[in-house]
């Protein structure tokens, strides 16, 4: 079993489920550090249906942009930790003007020295037409370097077409 | 030979073009069930260039969104039946404002029982910046939604980048 | 070693990166043939730079959409030619409204026909929804089109995903 698993893919393409399906070959509980914001009713209604879903093994940790904080506060008592998503942290970040190189910087250097094991879930979202928005290309960019970081410092990496993994970098 | 393959990938992938390598495979006549709609005469010529293109042994079917019905008709006097293509399908079904998640429902079931084989194109729409539109970003996650469901009934799958076909799932 | 070699994939995926690496297996000097413009004061400095770190065995050759003329004078002297990247020779084609079909075809019949070897960088554009403007859905068309037609002369295409290939034909 990876250590760091980096799952990356499109939008519904299944890379929640996947996670949460290998987050179960550990043994529990396990942590869910979650990266979206409850900005409204129905925002929040959708995080606790999830959240109800996935069962009382799971412990949620609602952290902001606090992800690192939160790693190394799980780090003892679970058996992985899953960081769903990357994608919504950046875009946190980016909001809050963020040095994200550095906070990059500080999450793979993190990945790289914990015992125990992470899975992290991406997006891949530069696979299509160079967008109009100044912001979206930024943003694009940057989603796509921080992939890049984590997927460097992952054990295992898989990209989900259609709720099935496809090898990427083999555990 | 997969008796049900679904082919999915990026627009200008190749896809039609592999499906219908594949079906070449199974024994004429071959159903071709087109979803597009002529909705003009540019797109009127456009489908009976492809039908003039793929010759006597393809058979075209065009139903709008019946599709299941086209399918249960056509179990019997084909070799194979290929689907082309479902986002197009999706596409009509919500502007018929359909319940999709049955009609996804009907369709996976008969795909599961079927014993003539069937070809199913699909389109990954889901790998770009979130859209800033509402519709499209309901359409991207049905559309994702439908192709996992397909997938996950298929027996074979493939990814198409720049004409040439990944294993998604190995037949 | 491919003689050629097509690497494509999203943005900020490490295309770049990757056919510098595979370049350097190969003896140097190495040519690499630049497609992007220098338009504005900002884009000159990021080439600079860009020149800069690939280092003196790099000799860069910017022809704008001359890259068939380039190639062929570059076929003497060079361990290998980098072509970053197609899509924005596309982009400056579409520009000078260039008859795309026949321009890919004489980049496809050199490249069949050369020894020296060729790494190509293309871009994946068509895997988001469809663009409400005519001339980015052109555009996407035109690029999956040019994408097939180089992978089909290619020996070896990979398909970039965070930064690490994926082998779409092995070589």
């Known amino acids: 079993m990876a250590r760091i698993l980096l799952i990356t893919g499109g939008a519904r393409s299944g890379k929640s489920t996947f996670a949460e399906d290998r987050a179960a070959a550990y043994a529990p509980p396990w942590a869910y550090l979650a990266t979206a914001e409850a900005r409204d009713t129905e925002m929040t209604a959708r ?16 952290d902001g942009t606090a992800l690192v904080e939160t790693l190394r506060r799980t780090e003892d008592g679970f058996g992985v930790r899953l960081v769903d998503c990357l994608t919504l942290w950046l875009s946190r970040l980016m909001e809050e003007d963020a040095d994200i190189a550095a906070e990059t910087g500080v999450l793979c250097d993190y990945l790289r020295g914990t015992k125990t094991p992470v899975i992290l879930v991406g997006n891949e979202v530069g696979l299509g037409i160079v967008p109009a928005n100044a912001l979206a290309r930024a943003f694009r960019d940057e989603a796509g370097r921080l992939n890049q970081a984590v997927a460097a410092v ?7 077409v259609a709720g099935l993994p496809m090898t990427v970098k083999p555990a």
């Open 47 to 62: 995080i606790r249906l999830h959240q109800t879903r996935r069962g009382p093994d799971w412990h949620t940790h609602e």
């Open 154 to 160: 992952a054990d295992e990496v898989v990209f989900m």
